[in-house]
């Protein structure tokens, strides 16, 4: 059966704030990111931030459950990475089920890298620690590629690790960091570069 996207409301200001060619391309990109977010249903509201590159908030009146989004300017800073608003999208999900997935940033960076496919990793988590060697060569497509299949197989695992180790996140940031420098593809792309 196939699910009803969420209808996407966008708040005057954001709309005042990009032109229609920008405001197409974020629609498209929010709609393709939020595939992979199937329990984010009905409303939901896209505002404008002028502090943060993303910013999530959800209220409940006891009946709905209400849905926001916010990105700076799209003329000022561009359309936001698939990895950003899978974050943002990500912390809806934690406010929705806070019982099964921990309301931190760290957890949420993890949650998000596991949920997005590598292909949607176009940036490196933000509250996570990435050894310095990928964060620097992100821009290489060869390095990225590999870096974002391998932290998000790690995320699949460090969530399944979480039921026996509270300690995932940096079993996650262990993982990255040993595999980078011995052991897999990338430790090789990283010398090269």
């Given amino acids: 059966m196939l699910q009803t996207p969420p209808n996407i409301i966008f708040t005057r200001p954001f709309i005042v704030r990009a032109d229609p060619r920008l405001l197409y391309g974020f629609s498209r990109r929010l709609g393709s990111v939020l595939r992979y977010f199937p ?3 009905g409303e939901i509201k896209v505002g404008l931030t002028n502090v943060y590159k993303g910013l999530a908030s959800t209220e409940s009146d006891g009946t709905t459950f209400h849905k926001k989004i916010s990105f700076p300017s799209l ?24 019982k099964t997935i921990p309301g931190t940033e760290r957890a949420c960076d993890v949650f998000t890298l596991a949920r997005l496919p590598p292909r ?14 990928i964060r620097i060569n992100w821009s290489n497509n060869h390095v990225r590629s590999l870096a974002s299949s391998l932290m998000h197989n790690l ?8 039921k026996t180790n509270p300690r995932y996140i940096r079993w996650w940031e262990n993982q990255l960091v040993h595999l980078a420098e011995d052991g897999h593809p990338i430790a090789k792309s990283l010398e090269e570069v």
Avoid: C, N, W
């Fill in 75 to 98: 003329k000022r800073a561009g359309i936001p990475t698939r990895y950003i608003m899978g974050h943002e999208l990500m912390h809806i999900v934690q406010a929705k089920q806070s």
């Fill in 120 to 133: 949607f990793i176009d940036q490196p988590p933000i509250y996570l620690s990435i050894p310095r060697k």
């Fill in 155 to 162: 995320a699949v695992e460090a969530i399944i690790t979480r």
């Fill in 39 to 41: 329990e984010i249903r």
